[in-house]
Structure formats: C-alpha cells, structure tokens
C-alpha cells in the first residue's frame, strides 16, 4: 500500500478491526444463506505527511449505485444544514445571481433549502435512488461521481459556482487529487468551497474506531486537509469546530491565487493539533489499545444484561454501527434486532452480524429492558425521541465515547456502567 497524498510507502500500522463487510450492504431475507464478502478494514498511517487511510478494496461505484443512506431521515441533520445555508447566504452574500453546487448531495436534505432561498443550485450524487429522491423533491441533481471530467462539464453547462459544498464527501473518495481538482474546476476564482469531515482529532481521543468503514479512505486533520486541498490549488482560509459525528470541522478554502492569511481559527485548531500529538506518528499509537478497551467495557455490559435475563435491542441501523457491532461480534444473542427510520432497512439484515432491522414501532411494542443506541454522535436528539422508554423502566444506553445511560427522566447522564 502507497499513500494516498504523497505517494510514500512507508506507513505505520495503527488500528485494526479485522476484515468486515461494506458497511451499508443490508441483507434481504432471502440472502442470509449466501456468502457474504467481507475486507480488511486496517488504518493506517502515513509517515511522511501523517495521512490516515485505509486499503481502496472497495470501489465507490460498488457503494454508491444504490445506497442505503438517506440523509432526510435525521432530523438533527436536516436542522444543521438548514443552519448552514443560512449561515452561508450571509458569510458569502449569495443571492439570486448566485449558484450553489453541493458534491455528494445525497436525497437534497442540504440544497432544498438553497431552493427555499431563491438560488440556483446543482447536486452532483453518485448514487441512482438517492438522487432520484432529491430530484422529486424538487432539487437539481445529476447522476455522476466528481471527477475532473464531471467538474469540467459542470462548469461548461453551468458556469462557475460562488459556493461549493463538499460535506462528508471527502472521506469517501481514494482519488484524493482528481478529486480535489473537480472541487477546484467547479469553484469560480473568487468563490468558496465549504468541506466538512470528521475531525481525526476525536477519532483519536476518544477512541472512535466504529468511525472507521469502507467507505471512508482517509480521516483528516486540519493539517492533512490543508496539505490535500493545496494540491489541487485550494487554500484553507477558516475552519469551524462542530459537535456532529462525535466533532467534525468546517473548513473553507479558496483558490490559492486569491487567498489571504489563515484565519485566527485555523491556527487555533492547528495547535490544539499539534498538543494532541497529532502532527507526529506517535500520537496515533495509543488508538489500537483504546479501542480493545471500549469493546471489552461494551462486552461485559451486554453479557451482564444477558445473565441477569434483561432484553435488549438497538437503536439505529447506521454504517458506524456495523463497524461497532463487528468489531465487538454483537449478534442476536447480545441484541435481539435494532429499529431504523430508513424504511430501504426494514426487514433486512445489519451485514455480518445479521441483526434483524425493523421499524422504530417495535421498540414499545416490545418494552426491552435496554435500548442501545448505535449512532451514538445523535445522543441530544435521539434521548429527547426514546424518551418513552421511561414509561415501562427501560434504560437508554450510549455506547460511546464512555458508556452511559441516558436521562431520560429517570437516571442521571453521568451514570456510568461497570
């Protein structure tokens, strides 16, 4: 394996989670006897210019074709966007005249509200039946993966755009620099492109291993992000912390000709970088045993729930939480099924593990003991929606970044769980 970004072969391993199935590849009844392939899932990381990264044994077309994910079905993350785009019409005076385009815009959760504002806009999203769902809800969207060709065609059929977006997209792509070309081509000289990622810094100190999957090819830090873009003519300008997915950045770039200093911010976190170690191989080495560590916390949890006869079911069908539930060898002894808003997941199957899905319904239907909530990044809204659980004593349980049960009217959030 080469790196990514700067090509070196010298990379160090750093977490390995065994070889698992594609995250999002759900199982039909009518699958559970076939084989099932599953890939080495191992992070590594680059000596030389401290990348994260994975093997690309997983193509994204094999992926994105048809995906499981739909970004609409998350309340919190519809408001986030919402949010953003309100934000954005302000920081970069958008208006009628201006165009908008988001790469990865998923079922449009994010560019109905540019639609809402009265600014043209185009979605670029790989995948057919999340794309055709943007489209009926009324927001532009073409079938393509980015690519330099894609970029080129966009901008010859649209013009250049004031703004683009790039949210949670640029972990999912190992053509880092065909990529990062395609944002460059799209972006008009004096615009902007808006890139949210997971910030490797929290993968690292709170030992985030279930946000690692197929999917994502690398995990940034504002050091590598700015070493990437910079390839392809983008320079970073400002970056915001954000609480989503257990803390995530916002950076902006701009085209390196017109850029100014860094901002303020972007130093800050820089810094705070460099004290977590994380401008250096050895702050990564402690990831490996940390992870050991919450696996076995999580095990001798759900085993004593066993032997004391409770019943517990999950919260949640996301990628994350496959990568949890393989990692740990979670099956239908230690959760009986899980519940998901995403109607595509009814009646299927988590991959590897074969954990039934069924409709969220189920859960006070059956009044379990313990609901274990899979995407734990969701902690403020999905505690306000269990909340009924409290009804018949059941508990509402995190698995992440520490253990713990929920308040929901009944015990306290610091309560931790031996």
């Known amino acids: 394996m080469h790196c990514r970004l700067c090509g070196s072969a010298d990379l160090e391993s750093v977490l390995d989670l ?10 039909t009844a009518a699958q559970l006897d076939d084989p099932e392939p599953t890939y080495p ?18 193509s994204p077309a094999e992926t994105f074709t048809e995906y499981a994910y739909f970004s609409s079905f998350s309340s919190s993350w519809v408001d986030h966007a919402r949010t953003f785009v309100q934000e954005s019409v302000r920081r970069l005076d958008l208006s009628d005249e201006s165009f908008v385009v988001e790469v990865a815009s998923n079922d449009g959760y994010l560019l109905q509200h ?3 504002a009265g600014i043209r806009c185009l979605g670029i999203e790989p995948s057919v039946n999340v794309g055709a769902a943007a489209r009926e809800s009324g927001v532009p969207t073409e079938t393509a993966f ?5 970029a080129a065609r966009v901008r010859a059929a649209h013009g250049p755009a004031d703004l683009v977006v790039a949210n949670n997209v640029y972990a999912h792509i190992p053509d880092v620099a065909g990529f990062t070309e395609g944002l460059r081509t799209l972006v008009s000289d004096h615009g902007m492109v808006s890139i949210e990622v997971h910030h490797a810094l929290h993968l690292v100190a709170d030992a985030q291993f279930d946000t690692v999957y197929h999917e994502h090819f690398q995990y940034w830090t504002v050091l590598t992000a700015t070493r990437a873009l910079a390839k392809g003519d983008l320079t970073v300008v400002d970056v915001e912390e954000l609480p989503t997915h257990g803390g995530s950045v916002r950076i902006w770039a701009t085209p390196s000709a017109n ?3 860094p901002s303020e911010r972007t130093l800050d976190l820089l810094a705070a970088e460099q ?3 994380l401008h ?15 696996r076995a916390t999580l095990l001798e ?9 409770e019943r517990v079911v999950g919260y949640g069908a996301p990628g994350k939480g496959n990568t949890l539930l393989n990692y740990c060898g979670i099956r239908t002894d230690l959760l009986e099924y899980t519940v998901d808003r995403n109607p595509y997941k009814h009646g299927r199957f988590t991959p590897g593990t074969r954990i039934p899905v069924h409709h969220p319904d189920r859960i006070a239907a059956d009044s379990p003991d313990v609901v274990l909530v899979l995407p734990w990044n969701l902690e403020s809204e999905l505690t306000e929606q269990l909340s009924y659980v409290a009804e018949w004593g059941g508990r509402v349980v995190f698995p992440l970044p520490v253990l713990h049960t929920a308040d929901i009217g009944r015990l306290d959030t610091s309560e931790a769980l031996a």
């Not at 949890?301 to 006869?309: A, I, K, Q, T, V």
């Open 18 to 27: 065994g070889a698992t199935p594609p995250c999002e590849s759900f199982l």
């Open 41 to 58: 899932l191992h992070l590594r990381l680059c000596r030389e210019c401290l990348l994260l990264q994975i093997p690309a044994l997983v």
């Open 114 to 116: 540019v639609v809402d």
């Open 146 to 150: 980015l690519d330099p060709s894609t």
């Open 259 to 261: 850029a100014g200093p």
């Open 275 to 277: 004290r977590a170690g």
């Open 280 to 294: 250096h191989v050895v702050g990564y080495r402690g990831l490996e045993k940390a992870a050991r560590g919450v």
């Open 301 to 309: 949890f759900l085993l004593d729930c066993r032997r004391r006869g």
